[in-house]
């Protein structure tokens, strides 16, 4: 530069971008994807005559490039915007590894934006309502506020270690799992009746601290959300996030104990996760109404929790104890879900047929792989149907169990 320095200490170059099957972007196999269509989006109208327009491609090619156009992308591709295709791409960089680039990927960030956006739009809200914009955290009592704040050093911590590794990859899928499922998922979920109670102060500082740290970490990888949201939180007092230093550690004021904590919220979260991968089923929907109960075998997490995990899976009461004998229930890993015998039987229907369609799709799959595919495809195709394979063995053993809750 002007100065006679190095711009940069080091440089990251990444592997070959290709299409989502694998194969190496070419205008002569009209597969090419064109990175304005999917920070600003584009009508599949424009995407064809985009190909079409293209005069290094053959009768062939083109009319294959059309067809897989119609395909995946029937609604053309949808505006994901610029943050979004950084962040997908930099989740698919690993050491050696070809980018098979999926645009739908790309979609599920845009939503990932999004969820960032209206999580600080709710944080903010809370701070208008009680009339306070919190600067810095006095203490911390509440155990909900302290699993937070143990959960974002250890991201801070293991942010710092990937950069340093170049491994892009698990650093923004840290990124995305600590705000989408200890964040959001867990911890707004968790400290809303805090927010709404007479001692709101503490909930209010920590989500004002765990939001303008994450946005920190998160401006390298996506700069333009970070920045706006930064200023929102900050109430436009700084001037860029930019002259904001990215935290080594956890910055909370000196003599504020937050690690002092056990493993109560973690198993309350393991907990709900198995209540909501049961209810998600179709046969076992009858949980979540609001007069159904569940049982449990026995409870030995904090008894002011039991309300948490209703907030959390939607399920209609919970109980300790066995049910009644005369109603159905269903007993999995000391729980035991209600369930209605019509609903069994419109499930195992469902079941069977995507059983029968997930053969075809395996059959059809081993007849395309032979020792002639290119290394890269050869493999992917095999990961696929060893994927295809334990899902077809998961659909049996869920027919195979629902079956007996027919007897």
């Known amino acids: 530069n002007l100065y006679g320095e190095y711009p940069f200490e080091s440089i990251y170059l990444h592997a070959l971008v290709r299409d989502d099957e694998g194969k190496k972007m070419s205008k002569s196999l009209g597969n090419v994807i064109d990175p304005d269509a999917i920070r600003h989006g584009r009508s599949l109208e424009k995407l064809m005559e985009t190909v079409q327009s293209n005069p290094n491609i053959s009768k062939v090619e083109l009319k294959r490039s059309l067809a897989s156009m119609k395909k995946k992308f029937p609604r053309g591709i949808a505006e994901c915007g610029?943050?979004?295709?950084?962040?997908?791409?930099?989740?698919?960089?690993?050491?050696?590894?070809?980018?098979?680039?999926?645009?739908?990927?790309?979609?599920?960030?845009?939503?990932?934006?999004?969820?960032?956006?209206q999580a600080t739009k709710f944080a903010d809200n809370m701070w208008k309502t009680h009339s306070m914009h919190p600067t810095h955290l006095d203490s911390v009592e509440e155990d909900i506020n302290k699993w937070i704040l143990n959960k974002l050093s250890t991201l801070i911590l293991n942010y710092h270690q990937s950069f340093s590794e170049h491994r892009y990859h698990d650093l923004a899928n840290d990124l995305y799992n600590f705000f989408v499922n200890e964040f959001c998922d867990a911890y707004l979920e968790l400290v809303k009746p805090l927010l709404y109670a007479t001692a709101h102060e503490e909930a209010l500082a920590t989500m004002h601290l765990v939001l303008t740290t994450y946005l920190k970490l998160l401006h390298p990888l996506m700069p333009f959300i970070s920045e706006s949201l930064f200023q929102r939180l900050t109430l436009n007092q700084e001037d860029s996030i930019m002259k904001s230093r990215i935290?080594?550690?956890?910055?909370?004021?000196?003599?504020?104990?937050?690690?002092?904590?056990?493993?109560?919220?973690?198993?309350?979260?393991?907990?709900?996760?198995?209540?909501?991968?049961?209810?998600?089923?179709?046969?076992?929907?009858?949980?979540?109404?609001?007069?159904?109960?569940?049982?449990?075998d026995e409870w030995t997490l904090p008894e002011s929790y039991v309300s948490l995990l209703v907030a959390l899976t939607r399920v209609g009461s919970i109980q300790v104890g066995k049910p009644p004998s005369d109603e159905l229930y269903f007993y999995h890993q000391g729980i035991y879900f209600p369930y209605e015998r019509d609903c069994v039987s419109k499930q195992i229907a469902k079941l069977e047929k995507q059983h029968k369609k997930l053969e075809k799709q395996l059959d059809s799959l081993e007849k395309s792989i032979h020792?002639?595919?290119p290394k890269e495809v050869f493999k992917e195709k095999t990961e696929r149907l060893s994927r295809m394979q334990e899902d077809l063995d998961v659909l049996q053993s869920q027919l195979n169990h629902l079956h007996t809750l027919t007897v």
């Open 82 to 117: 610029t943050d979004a295709l950084r962040f997908s791409l930099i989740q698919y960089v690993q050491n050696g590894r070809s980018i098979h680039l999926n645009v739908n990927k790309v979609v599920n960030n845009r939503y990932f934006c999004n969820k960032i956006y």
């Open 371 to 373: 020792d002639r595919l």
């Open 247 to 296: 935290p080594k550690s956890l910055e909370i004021a000196p003599g504020v104990a937050y690690e002092n904590l056990d493993q109560s919220i973690d198993e309350l979260l393991s907990l709900a996760t198995i209540l909501r991968s049961k209810t998600s089923n179709d046969y076992l929907l009858a949980a979540t109404k609001k007069e159904s109960i569940l049982y449990m």
